[in-house]
Structure formats: C-alpha cells, structure tokens
C-alpha cells in the first residue's frame, strides 16, 4: 500500500492547511508527485516541504479563472502531465457571517459561492483537459456533511457543497467513458490546526465543545485531518478505480443518531 500512488502526477487545490495539507503529505507518502496549490503561497509551500518527495507548491487563487489556469499549466508542465486532482480549498473565514436565508448578507453568499462552488468548477475545468490524456484518472472534490444534513444555519456554505457534490457527478457521467473518475468526501466536524489555534486564543476547552457536539451523535470523537487524507488517497488509486460518482460521508457515523 505504500506505493499505492508510486509516480502519479497529482494537484491539491487548498493545500496550504488542514485536511487538505494533510492529503498533501500522505499523497506523497504513498509515492505520488504531488503539487499544493493554495492562495497562502507560505502555507502551500511549507506543506509542500514536509510532505518531501517531489512536491512542491504554486501560488492559486481558485475565485479568479486566470490564476486557476496558470496554477495547473505550471503543475502539468513540471510534472509531465496530471493524473488526479483534489479540489479541496474553500474560504472558511465568511462562514463565521453565514446566518439563516432571511438574514443573510449577499456578499457573503456571493463570496461563498463564487470560491467554495465556482471555483471549483474552473479547477475542474482548467484539469479535466489534462487528465482524460490519460487511460486512467481521478478527481476528488471536498464538499461538506452539510450540503444533506440540513442544518438552521449556513445556507450559504451548505448550498455550495450540494452544488459540488451535483458538479462530481456530471463529471463523472460526461467523462467516465474517457477513463476519468469523480468523486465526493463529505467531512464531519474536523479540527484543524488553525481550529485548535483559533479555541486557545478564545479560551475555548476544546474537550468540552467537542462532548457537547458529540451529544446526539453516534460519532465516538470529532474528526482529524489525516482521516480524509486516507480516504482521497485511495479514490485517486487503483483501489478506487471503480468507484465514480459517489459521496463517502467521512464522520465516524455523526449522522447517526445516538
Ligand atoms: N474542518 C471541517 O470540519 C470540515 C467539515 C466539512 C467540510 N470541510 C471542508 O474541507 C475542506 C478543507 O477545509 P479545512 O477544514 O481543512 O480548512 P482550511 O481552512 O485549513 O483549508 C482550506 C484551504 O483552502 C485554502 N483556500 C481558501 N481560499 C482559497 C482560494 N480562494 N484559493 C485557493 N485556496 C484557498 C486555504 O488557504 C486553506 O489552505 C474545505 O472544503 C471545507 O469546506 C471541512
């Protein structure tokens, strides 16, 4: 298993942090090239230092198509062509502003959209053209538990993960037959580094706010990183070749009532 991914020309958009850093290395650990592309230039680059092998990181910014372009011109150029993307990056700071549909602010729906859902369809477009050069390929995206659980707050992120989870699956319908699989991770509630950081300077007791998370759910804890980064590696290997279309709810059962 460990050289699952031995050679493969792989790109991870929102790479700079969190579930997506930790794909990055794991990738990597099981033999891939690998490319971090992120809007943090310093975080992708630090990801793509640990991570070692051959990968290394570009500067993207998935909101805007012509850095979106160039970041994957300049992945395929060194390495030889792409064999799988994972279109993970979102912009987490507007969820904090995201309220219910009546009070929502426009901009922060705009915003929203136009990174966590609009970006990813010109990440899918600038790689779809370089991955069906190939016999075999894959696409995973990072969507959300949120885009089907319905939730009484966040309309605004909940409604760009439903639109991911319904962009993998015409990807997966209009270019299965060209060898390219599309597939969904849906996490649960995850901490991130960023998120452990974020509770100490609030003086949050992360035990306590994962107990009363945890309440209703059959979960036993709350997510890490390295639990999706398991999950992408195999839907971008073999192992994962005849898997298409499909969303993997990666939350220790916390849709589960308990
Ligand atoms: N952590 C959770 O509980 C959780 C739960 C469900 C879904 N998710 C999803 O998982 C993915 C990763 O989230 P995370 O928790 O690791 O958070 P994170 O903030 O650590 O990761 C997001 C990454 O995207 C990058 N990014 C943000 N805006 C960008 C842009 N415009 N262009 C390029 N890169 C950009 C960030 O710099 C960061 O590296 C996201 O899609 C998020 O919605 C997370």
New binding site residues.
Partial sequence: MKNRLDGRRIIV?????????ATVKRLATEGARVCA????LD??EATAQAAGGESFAVL????DEASVNAATQAAAARLGGLDGAHI?????RVIMQDSTVLDMDLAVFDRTVA??LR?HVLCTRAVVPHLVKNKASAIVY?????AHAGEAVRPC?AIS?AGINALARHVAAAYGKQGLTANVL???????E??RAQMKADGTDPQQWAALYLTRSAASRL?E?ED?AGVVAMLLSDDGRWISGAIFDVNGGAMMRA
Wanted: proline letters at 4%.
């Fill in positions: 958009f929102g790479a700079a942090t969190g579930i997506g850093a592309a992120d809007i943090n975080g992708a993207c910014d998935i909101a993970n990056a979102a912009d987490l990174v966590n970006g990072t969507s959300s538990g949120a992120y993960k849906a996490p649960g509630f995850t901490v991130t960023q998120m997510g990183p999706h």
